[in-house]
């Protein structure tokens, strides 16, 4: 089991654990077997065959968000996140899914049909900007969809502009949650599935920085490559910033989400985007770019774990705050949840994207 | 290398062989590279135990006791750190975890060292795996009473009881840091055997690199040293060529011999024997043509002698009818003269017979039938000269091939020479004998005999130990019996006097009439038949 993933486990496992305050779920609970070299430890042993592989010591391998922050911290640079994931499928395979997880992935077709009547509706309202058939398709992501309706009617008049007056608008999930929660023949099909509906267009703009790792480097491992190119919204927008008019507003301040930053390494075009719609610079958090804290909300943390998810939002939520509060706005559906349920006043990029782009002189 | 004096080639005496000493000298730079392989193998099989010893022995027992380390100090971490644990249910499962992990690591660790180290190891490896083992099993026994340890503390735990979790936690804590310095120091005895081992190599890596280029600059040297050995063995092979040269160019002097006892000595030898050959053969030819120069003058001279002899004789016969009845003393002077011009006829008359004797008519006849005749015609002279001829002849005899007139003469020639060397009379003993593929005629006197070193000059022309005589008779016997293919000797007869032996081939079966050809190559020379 995991056999090709045995140096990245041995890494962890023989490690003196630098790397220990870097997660943020062990910061939440504070348990040893939470640390990085915990979770890789009780998957290693479970691959060597040390401990049984049962539900008890499989748990770990879900109490990752996935936020590579262990790896910053890492000499190595080893991939913790990675393999934790790809533990997860290992051991569902041998039946030590968590619950939460299968409970996930039993939903997923549900979900995914919730998603596609949420997003017929906001392409119902989008008028012309949304287009069969366009060159270029929008993925705005389940997470919005289903969560934060009003950022989808931005993330379509957004796209539909930047891709030059409408876009073909995609109303399904892209799989991620099957994936994450260790599902893996169920994401091959979906991603095959969706592989071949996207496969008419030329670009894929995504605005989620989850659906956007999913899809660039996931589909490729999963046997699905996608034709068109993925083109992150908020790179898109960067592109050309004279498009965008500066619509002024609050004091706001930018949370850098996991998979867009240290998961596509992307930390500047966020925030020259923002930058140019707020008239200034966003307000940084202490913890930012490659070191920024996680909001606890990826990796089906908030499913497997709810109340350590919700603590990591918390700490999030208390950093803002005690920096001077205000707006926070981030790039990633599930902080942007997490951030409105712990009462933050919390905008998606590309609602200022799309605020400036309607702004443009006509 | 020492030149020695011309000698007949010996290859008994042969010390050693071109091909033996080139074999000689391709052995030893055989022998040179085959001990620098067999180096060269010995070493890198030398390594590759070293290497197999540490890949197979030693790798697995420091992977697994590094495993076991790094469990067993992650154990000692946590203990120290369970006092301030907000959740001791997850430590205690990962505590009981851990610990389950340790005993399986012990056992691995335990298996690399007896199924590994002891099994693939040299005899010192052996021995530090046994004493592996044993203190991985006194740290094994150290930690035997952790699991009541650990269940003592989390009950202290559960109950409150603070001064029981602080003694426990002394207690657990020194067992666990104890195992992990035993731990530390039973990785510390593994890295330092490898660092011994792989140190070792790397210095019988050096020894063996400096002994590899020694070897090959020995072997380097040898193949010199051989080159050039083959190079002097070979050298006397250029002396031989030039010498060939110089011959080739006229030059029959003799010279010394290579002395090499080898075929190149045989060669340089053979060839100065034929050198040698030569030089006489080219001397006799020389020889040989001055004599028939000599010869043919001789014969003009002598027939243009014979005519005023002949002239000189009627005149003495005219001067002595007129001298009448002269003073006494006249006709003794005019017969004096008289019996010279003979003797100077004779002489011519013999000399002409040999320089101009005439190719033998050869006919298959009976030899014995000539040899009777012959006798019957000698007896009246031999018996006046109180001579008496014994005939033996052997019956049957083979035809033989003569020219029956010139073997009459031969014969003659011998009988009258027997006959003269018994001045005082005596048996003269001829036989006819069949002997091999010659009829063989045997004159023996018994007179005084001739010594060795004059025997062999019997046939020469004009020699003669006769006061009187001309040193013909045996010459033209000799040319005679040369002209039929046949030969003539002469010996010391046993008993004394002289024994004269001419064989003559037999006929041929149904020959006849032959013509004449020399048959032997040992013919005596002919002066007067050339020209």
Known sequence: MLEHRRRDLERCVYCPKLCRSACPVSNAEPRETLIPWGKMSMVSFAAHGDVPIDGSHAAPAWACTGCHGCRESCDHRNDVAGTLIEARAALTAHGAGHPAAVDVAAGFDAHDQATRAAMRAHEDRAGAAAKEGADHALLVGCGYARRAGDVVDDAIAAGAALAGGSVSVLRGCCGAPLHLAGDEPRFRAHAARFAAEVAGARTLLVVDAGCAVTLRTRYAAAGAPLRPSVELVVERAARDLSALETVGGEPARYHDPCQLGRGLGVYEAPRAVLTRALGHAPAEFDTRRAHATCSGAGGLVPKTMPDVARAMTRTRADEHLRAGGGKVITACASSLRAFRREGLDADDVVTWIARALRARPA | ?531
């Not at chain 2, 060839?271 to 080219?282: L, W």
Request: aromatic residues 4%; proline residues 4%; contains cysteine.
């Open chain 2, 1 to 531: 290398m020492s030149r020695a004096s011309l000698r007949p080639p010996a290859t008994s005496t042969r010390k050693k062989t071109i091909a033996a000493r080139v074999l000689a000298s391709f052995a030893v730079t055989v022998v040179a590279f085959a001990v620098t392989v067999g180096w060269s193998v010995i070493a890198q099989r030398r390594a590759a135990q070293d290497s197999e010893e540490l890949a197979r022995g030693y790798v697995p027992v420091a992977l697994k006791l590094g495993q076991l380390r790094a469990i067993q100090a992650t154990i000692s971490t946590l203990v120290d750190g369970i006092p301030d644990e907000r959740n001791p249910l997850s430590m205690r499962y990962l505590m009981e975890t851990l610990t389950n992990v340790r005993r399986t690591r012990f056992v691995e660790t335990r298996a690399s060292i007896t199924a590994g180290l002891a099994e693939v190891g040299s005899p010192e490896s052996k021995r530090l795996a046994a004493a592996l083992s044993a203190d991985l099993s006194d740290a094994e026994a150290s930690l035997a009473e952790d699991k009541a340890a650990f269940e003592r503390l989390f009950a202290a735990i559960d109950l409150g009881d603070k001064d029981g979790v602080n003694r426990t936690l002394v207690s657990l804590g020194a067992m666990e840091h104890d195992a992990d310095r035993r731990l530390h120091a039973l990785s510390d005895n593994v890295t330092s055997s490898m660092d011994r081992i792989s140190d070792e190599a790397r210095r019988r890596e050096l020894r063996a690199i400096y002994a590899l280029i020694t070897l090959a600059a020995l072997t380097l040297g040898v193949g010199i040293g051989v080159s050039l050995h083959t190079r002097r063995l070979l050298t006397p092979l250029a002396r031989v060529t030039a010498r060939a040269q110089a011959v080739a160019r006229g030059d029959l002097t003799p010279r010394e011999t290579e002395d090499t006892a080898d075929e190149i000595g045989e060669l340089a030898t053979g060839f100065e024997h034929m050198v040698a050959a030569v030089a006489r053969a080219q001397s006799q030819a020389l020889s040989n043509e001055r004599l028939a120069a000599i010869g043919k003058m001789a014969a003009h001279v002598t027939h243009e002698i014979r005519n005023p002899l002949s002239s000189i004789g009627l005149n003495l016969e005219l001067l002595e009818e007129e001298l009448g009845a002269a003073s006494a003393d006249a006709r003794s002077l005019l017969q004096a003269i008289t019996r010279e011009v003979e003797r100077l006829e004779h002489l011519s008359e013999e000399y002409l017979r040999l320089a101009r004797l005439p190719s033998p008519r050869m006919e298959a006849e009976d030899v014995a039938r000539l040899v009777r005749e012959v006798v019957d015609f000698v007896r009246p002279e031999m018996e006046r000269a109180a001579c008496e001829v014994a005939l033996r002849i052997d019956d049957p005899l083979p035809v033989a091939l003569f020219d029956e007139s010139q073997i009459r003469q031969a014969l003659l020639n011998l009988l009258r020479n027997a006959r003269e060397a018994m001045g005082k009379g005596g048996t003269i003993d001829v036989a006819v004998v069949a002997e091999g593929m010659s009829v063989v005629v045997r004159v023996e006197d018994r007179g005084g005999g001739i010594p060795e070193d004059i025997r062999a000059r019997v046939f020469d022309p004009f020699f003669s130990t006769k006061g009187e005589g001309t040193g013909l008779g045996l010459a033209i016997t000799r040319q005679i019996v040369a002209a039929h293919g046949g030969t003539v000797t002469c010996d010391a007869r046993e008993g004394g006097g002289t024994s004269f032996r001419v064989a003559l081939p037999i006929a041929p079966a149904r020959a006849s009439i032959v013509d004449a050809r020399p048959l032997s190559h040992d013919a005596a020379p002919a002066p007067g038949s050339i020209g």
